[in-house]
């Protein structure tokens, strides 16, 4: 994803937040500002340039100490952000890095 792009996206505040993903952070205890904020400064360790209508992409940052995944879409033509959802990966899943999916 182009980090350049998010980052006009974020200046602007153009950002969707969908009702599904607010009762998602909400149930989670997950603030707004702390998705803002893997978005910034985290790191995409999951690109999926082929996802529909947008490209979308998995990243990884760390709020209060701990892991914090966001899935976003980007409208690069916007550019215009479009949150998927977040969430604290555990160990089921992922490998203790965080970036690394386990094989199932």
């Not at 599904?20 to 997950?30: A, D, G, N, T, W």
């Not at 340039?49 to 947008?54: L, N």
């Not at 998995?58 to 892991?67: D, Q, R, T």
């Not at 914090?68 to 203790?96: C, G, Q």
Request: glycine letters at 4%; proline letters at 8%; aromatic letters at 8%.
């Amino acid at each position: 994803m182009d980090r350049s792009k998010i980052k006009t996206a974020l200046d602007l505040r153009s950002i969707d937040w969908e009702r599904h993903v607010l009762e998602r952070l909400l149930q989670r205890s997950i603030p707004r500002e702390a998705v803002i904020e893997v978005l910034k400064i985290g790191e995409c360790i999951e690109d999926y340039p082929d996802d529909r209508p947008f490209p979308s992409g998995l990243f990884l940052g760390w709020h209060g100490g701990k892991p914090l995944h966001v899935v976003v879409a980007l409208n690069e033509l916007a550019p215009r952000l479009f949150i998927i959802t977040a969430y604290e990966p555990d160990l089921e899943h992922f490998e203790p890095d965080f970036r690394t999916r386990r094989r199932q």
